[in-house]
């Protein structure tokens, strides 16, 4: 078996100039997002870069305010505050990891709801547990998006979220679970016991740990869809949490690295922005 490729960036593409349309249809706005970005990590700054470009595809202004990796933790919070209480901003990103020595918890707390297109506050967070409407992580939207666009089944089926982080693992498996996706979902992690036996189990496997080709093909039952969302940063370069090639053999589905859930997450980012605009009354609801 080969399985089918999940093309991230095709779906971005297409949701971009969705965007795009409803920006212009409704007589292009101002919507604005800003990112923060302490430090000098090429990675990051190439993400954010990114970030920037598709925002300008989509008809979206934006802003980046880069701070030295010797930024206080008070100089951090000061930037964001500003932005929090800007109107002419609608989205606010704090890419993370912050450094070392700095607490990303304060500098999150400083981020209104509505402007919170990371989904990542207590308040967000609380409203996807509590299945209410809200901004939710964008990653994990962007991985709900590519199983719709291939019509991966998840209803019954069982999925394994590979990483229980507050950024991915553990608002997928909220999504997941919910009443329309209704997957019965387990959560796995590095203490996970028998995690061959938990994986060859599932029909939907989420690599989101960070860990190195860390699934491998003869865990994967056959025909599984298997998302990759992990990075590692190895000598060979950034690799995923899946043995893509050999994975690939047994996999009914298969997310690419790169190319596969990272666009996705600018796309859920910039449709995360609109709705945070429409939350501030910039745009009408639709
Ligand atoms: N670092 C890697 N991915 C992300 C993301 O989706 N949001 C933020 N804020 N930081 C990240």
Do not use: F
Request: with cysteine; charged share 20%.
């Amino acid at each position: 078996m080969s399985a089918i490729v999940m093309d991230g960036n095709a779906l971005r593409d297409e949701v971009v100039a969705g965007l795009a349309e409803q920006i212009e249809a409704l007589g292009s706005p101002e919507v604005c997002l800003a990112t923060v970005l302490v430090g000098d990590d090429g990675p990051s700054q190439r993400y954010v870069n990114s970030k920037h470009k598709k925002a300008a595809e989509a008809g979206m202004v934006s802003r980046h305010h880069g701070l030295g990796a010797d930024a206080t933790q008070s100089e951090v919070e000061a930037i964001v505050r500003e932005l929090a209480e800007d109107p002419s901003v609608h989205g606010i990103l704090v890419q993370l990891p912050l450094p070392d020595g700095l607490d990303p918890e304060p500098v999150l707390d400083l981020v209104p709801a509505e402007k919170d297109v990371d989904g990542l506050t207590e308040r967000s967070m609380g409203r996807l547990v509590r299945n209410r409407p809200g901004l939710v992580s964008c990653t994990p939207l962007g991985v709900m998006r590519l199983l719709e666009k291939y019509d991966v089944p998840t209803s019954g089926k069982r999925a394994v979220v590979i990483g229980r982080s507050t950024l991915v693992g553990l608002p997928l498996s909220l999504l997941l679970n919910r009443k329309g996706a209704d997957a019965t979902v387990t959560m796995a992690h590095s203490r996970t016991a028998d995690m061959a036996g938990v994986v060859s189990e599932a029909d939907i496997v989420i690599g989101a740990a960070g860990q190195a080709r860390m699934i491998t093909a003869d865990m994967v039952k056959p025909g599984a869809a298997v998302i990759d969302v992990g990075v590692s940063r190895t000598e060979a370069g950034i690799v995923g949490d899946v043995d893509y090639e050999p994975v690939a053999e047994v996999a009914g589905w298969i997310t690419p690295m790169p190319g596969g859930t990272g666009p996705m997450t600018i796309a859920c980012l910039l449709e995360n922005t609109l709705t945070a605009a429409r939350l501030q009354g910039v745009i009408p609801a639709p």
